[in-house]
């Protein structure tokens, strides 16, 4: 349960806050001149005030997307306390965090909306959301952010939030703009829209955009940019309403983008320039921050490793004492002076990148009666993306300290995915006296087909003896690729009933859903052991032919009823409180981030969550200052881990298990205050404890590993135990305290200009790289400023950001120094640390016809 104090706190701040409303005394008439703008979204699936929804949301403005330039999910969260979105080894391994529910694993925790269509995905080889979350942001009127459980109102994928983007939408009225932004950079972004009637009944609206810009950083192996990218898009949008009844909304959108290679740093947990980096098949840490191992097998769960009696796979041919995996730990850090990409060997210049093409059509068709509403909403996605970086992330020539077995590997990521969406969605809403009602049934359908062509290769420097050079491969980069599918059907009917009962509100809703993923792949590897350890099938030599050899499929199935019930007590007109319980459901699935093509086992349980939350929605002195806060507590069970196992080939694979329970317990608030005609501020804050109560990986895999694999040590390790247990410890990736902030100037003048300036920053403590709470990233402060000109027909804006040019790494996770075996075959750690942007200047323009 919640820390009594904690809750009871809470609990008493949400009382106070509206019984002060009750008392609040009478304010000055001008008051009324500095009200707060009402802020209109559709998180309920029609118009309302965001002040009268009891649930916890934020809103992005028209505005605010203008002037700050908000073109992804990253941009959103820095407007957003209880978001946190991080990208991982590749652009299509997204991951947005609401609250502290973090996922590495399996189906993204958030569901991410384009005018309420879902097209929320999952990567098949990495973790995270898949490549459709992650695409830059056009023609946007507003973007949502709905916490908790939401699995009625926004479908399949909602299972701790959701942000759903809204686009503009035609006019009859002629009208258009023109935005321009320019930074140091060389960052060059245009932007033409235009809207109008083409006839009585029928409008339109087109916007044509492009983007490019040259990076922060440069490779010193090549010289080339890095963070630099181009796109070009557009989209086309036609309403039509023939009455007052019937209104009809096209939409299409392209996107065609291509991003170099991210400003990422490998940083080794040993240093192998360092004398004495290792010992006598002992890993003695070059890196002062590391504990020195010594001696025989020892398990202390006050150290960042786990020294096991019986060494790594072969190692005992060659040493008599226990293999040590050191793990990272504590800050992480790194400059650009770290960076050190290897260039693609047959140009010698940087690998590509990251090419993305992207197709949107929907449909949305609405008929409106006087007391109820019919809506049918239809989405089609179509998504191609190719990914080619150093998926080492480092250049270094392998050192012989050992004598034995000191080897390690250079690689390629070589992976292109094809992505279909199709969504339907019938909705009917409507109210009769006192009651209000909610329905929809919605179909959903992906396919995804990945072709994983990653290549790997023995590294300069390295010794590698027989018979263990079986697992290298020479580059000559001939592209054998691993197939991959997964079809997912989706198929779900929900409903929500209100009953309103003079200040009492009385909600009760839930969805039923079914879900079917069905996986094929193909693990024929005609190197025998190269970057996926598949089946060697070529066998034409000995003129011998296997049937479908390497081929495999799989299935899962799911169905569960998530509810949701609310209470709201409307205490005045400016004051309401809220009781929400509400259940979470997201779908187990096989096993595909070992990247092998076999799909034949390895399947993972469903996860579960159930939260409470209670919060508070007030405004005062007539809407000057606004108040609105919450304390939520999650009961999170089966959550989908990752883990490294051992199949018995020497090759660590990557699975993925379920862990027991977890607890996230917080609270939040937001205030905003117009202080005088010409000065606003805004705070936000949450606070949110995610913890494991119960994850014991001997537990866990008590019952055996997909085909006979065992728990590799790297996993004890990680944990500095011998069981493997991480109990009690933060989640990963998952901030205790984030909060943003800002303090607006606005002063309008004679000659009707309005002149603008305005500091907004956001904060987030520190946040775990791995489930053992070894290395973290660092807690920061980051802050923008904007000031500007405007009136009726155009605006200049002055903008910098990251205005104290704060260097602490704001994204990274766990990862594996692949250039570096010490160890025969035990994985030796890393962490992938992305170079945040430093400070930048720019100017944007608008002008408006």
Request: hydrophobic share 35%.
């Amino acid at each position: 349960m919640f820390k009594r104090s904690k809750l009871w706190s809470a609990v008493q701040c949400s009382t106070l806050l509206a019984a002060a409303a009750v008392q609040a005394p009478v304010v000055a008439a001008n008051d009324i001149n500095l009200a707060i703008e009402e802020i209109i979204v559709t998180a309920r699936k029609t118009e309302e005030n965001l002040q009268s929804i009891p649930m916890a949301l934020d809103a992005v403005t028209s505005v605010q997307i203008q002037e700050k330039g908000i073109n992804s999910v990253a941009d959103v969260a820095q407007l957003s306390a209880g978001l946190v979105f991080d990208v991982g080894l590749t652009p299509n391994d997204t991951r947005p965090v609401i609250r502290g529910l973090s996922s590495t694993r399996g189906r993204s925790n958030v569901a991410t909306l384009i005018d309420d269509i879902d097209i929320t995905s999952e990567a098949l080889t990495t973790g995270g959301g898949g490549i459709t979350a992650n695409l830059r942001l056009m023609d946007l009127e507003r973007v949502e952010v709905v916490k908790g459980p939401q699995s009625v109102l926004y479908g399949r994928s909602a299972f701790t939030g959701a942000i759903n983007y809204v686009t503009k939408k035609p006019e009859q009225e002629f009208s258009g703009a023109v935005d321009v932004n320019i930074d140091e950079h060389g960052t060059q972004e245009l932007k033409l829209s235009v809207t109008g009637g083409i006839t009585e009944t029928l409008a339109g609206r087109v916007t044509l955009s492009s983007w490019e810009t040259d990076g922060w950083y440069e490779n010193p192996n090549t010289g080339g940019d890095l963070g630099d990218g181009e796109s070009t898009g557009g989209s086309f949008a036609l309403q039509w309403t023939p009455d007052d009844i019937f209104t009809g909304l096209f939409t299409a959108s392209y996107n065609d983008e291509e991003l170099g290679l991210r400003p990422i740093v490998n940083s080794p947990a040993v240093d192998i320039t360092q004398p004495g980096a290792f010992g006598t098949g002992v890993v003695n840490p070059g890196n002062s921050s590391l504990p020195v191992f010594s001696g025989n097998a020892a398990a202390d769960a006050g150290t960042a490793a786990y020294c096991d009696s019986n060494p790594a796979p072969y190692g005992h041919l060659f040493a008599p004492v226990p293999t040590c995996i050191p793990q990272a730990t504590g800050e992480v850090s790194a400059k650009e002076s770290d960076i050190d990409l290897s260039p693609d060997t047959r140009t010698g210049k940087d690998f590509n990148g990251t090419d993305i093409e992207s197709t949107r059509l929907s449909l949305d068709l609405r008929w409106e009666f006087d007391e109820s509403e019919f809506r049918t909403i239809t989405g089609y996605t179509d998504n191609t993306t190719k990914i080619q970086n150093d998926f080492d992330q480092n250049n270094y020539v392998q050192t012989d300290w050992t004598g034995f077995g000191a080897f390690g590997f250079s690689a390629m990521g070589n992976i292109e995915h094809e992505v279909e969406q199709i969504s339907q969605e019938f909705r009917f809403l409507g109210s009769t006296g006192d009651f209000d009602y909610f329905i929809s049934a919605l179909y959903w359908k992906e396919e995804m087909d990945t072709d994983e062509g990653s290549k790997f290769w023995e590294r300069e420097g390295s010794v590698v003896a027989p018979p263990f050079n079986v697992f290298v491969t020479e580059p000559d980069f001939t592209i054998d690729t691993v197939q991959l599918n997964r079809e997912t059907e989706h198929k779900s009917i929900a409903a929500s009933g209100t009953y309103n009962l003079d200040d009492w509100s009385f909600t009760l809703e839930g969805r039923y859903l079914e879900e079917d993923i069905d996986y094929e792949g193909n693990n024929y590897d005609v190197g025998a052991y190269t970057s996926t350890g598949g089946l060697f099938c070529d066998f034409s030599f000995m003129n011998i032919a296997i049937p479908d050899c390497g081929n495999s499929s799989n299935s899962v199935s799911a169905n569960e009823f998530v509810p949701r019930a609310t209470v709201n007590y409307q205490v005045t007109p400016d004051a309401m409180v809220y009781f929400t319980y509400a259940e979470g459901f997201k779908p187990g699935g096989i096993i595909t981030t070992d990247a092998n093509g076999d799909v034949s086992e390895g399947e993972f349980k469903p996860e579960s969550v159930d939260s409470i939350e209670i919060g508070a929605k007030t405004a005062w002195f007539n809407n000057r200052l606004v108040v609105n806060g919450a304390i939520f507590h999650y009961d999170y069970t089966d959550q989908q881990v990752s883990i490294t196992s051992d199949d018995g080939s020497g090759v660590p694979q990557s699975s993925i298990v379920n862990a027991g329970e977890s607890t996230i317990e917080g609270f939040e608030f937001d205030v905003a205050y117009q202080i005088n005609e010409s000065f606003s501020a805004d705070f936000g804050y949450v606070y949110s404890d995610a913890e494991y109560d119960n994850y014991n990986l001997a537990d866990i895999t008590a019952q055996g590993l997909p085909g006979d694999a065992v728990l590799s040590d790297d996993n004890l390790a990680l944990a500095g135990n011998a069981e493997g247990d991480f109990s009690g410890n933060q989640m990963a990736l998952s901030a205790k305290r984030a909060a943003t902030m800002a303090l607006r100037f606005e002063q309008p003048l004679d000659s009707g200009i309005e002149v603008m300036a305005e500091i907004n920053g956001s904060y987030q403590s520190k946040r775990y790289l791995d489930d053992g709470n070894n290395a973290y990233l660092p807690s920061y402060q980051l802050w923008n400023i904007q000031a500007g000109l405007s009136n009726e027909t155009w605006s200049a804006i002055a903008y910098v950001d990251n205005v104290l040019d704060d260097d602490k790494i704001k994204s990274g996770l766990n990862n594996t120094d692949y250039g570096n075996f010490v160890a025969f075959m035990a994985l030796p750690k890393a962490t992938s640390l992305v170079l945040p942007q430093p400070r930048t200047a720019g100017v944007r323009f608008q002008y408006n016809f």
